[in-house]
């Protein structure tokens, strides 16, 4: 396991690098280039960048960025997907985190679904976001290792759980995927990673929630495809104070996740990265907003007057 002295260490907000070789340098440099250069037209392409680096300016280490004041965040080095935070300028979704800036002062829980290496879970339960309690949930076991780390190097101030978010618990699945930040139980028409791992409807997340104070919930929705089984496995849940973050793929022009969101369990439907967080009513609005095919977009579901009203003095601060 890395220590202290042997991670490069990334100040994010002033972009200073500490720790690294000469070669690790300039790899970081590149990369935070790359990432400038690509931001404009969301990363595309970056990917190429990181994977050269790795090739001609190879390191085995691991970067750790400093996020917040007490939140910090550890990824492999030359990482085409959390490379792009090299570039000091960048948060890694800027929307969302000005939106849940603006629930600082909400007394809620969070439920971090495909939490990855455990960012969000990283910031919320910092002071900056209002040390919010949280749950990290990942289904990879390669990724969840990472998931560990970021959560000791945070003072084990979140939960974690190593299953994959699906509509029961309990069956074994696999995992499917080459890049770590797209892995899912879908298969994708390759071979299985390798790792298996039992499932989890979020329904039987009423003892954590207990143990929470049964606060108001955001639950942070992000696992590669399963978004629907996941919500059939949350039908409880969603009759409680809970808001749903979840991410509609432009290059689905069906909007299915959002269509089964707004018909099957009748949730209103916002839209953090639209100017003032406005409410969708009609499902076809969302053709003019999802431009990027390459890109998902991230929206907000609720049948809760709570959390409405929360969205509603949001508006009013945008």
Known sequence: MNTAENLIQYDFQAGKISGGNVIERIGIMLMRNAAWMTKSIRFTGFSWAAKLVRTVFPSHRTICTQLTDDAVFEFPYGDAYWGRMLYNGELYCPEVEQFLLGMRDVDYAFIDCG?????????VTSRTYGSKPSIAIEADPETYRILQRNAKL????????????YSKSGELVNIYGDKHEARSIVPDGGAGTGGMVETLALDDLAKWRKQTGN???ILKLDVEGVEIEAMRGARKLCKKDCLVLFEDHASDKTHEVTRFFMDELGMRIFAPHEPGCPEIHDINELDAIKKFSRVGYDFLATTSKFWVKEIKLYQKQD
């Open 115 to 123: 939490a990855n290496y455990g960012y969000m879970s990283a910031i």
């Open 154 to 165: 945070n003072d084990d101030r979140f939960e974690l759980v190593h299953k994959a978010v």
């Open 215 to 217: 606060k108001p919930v």
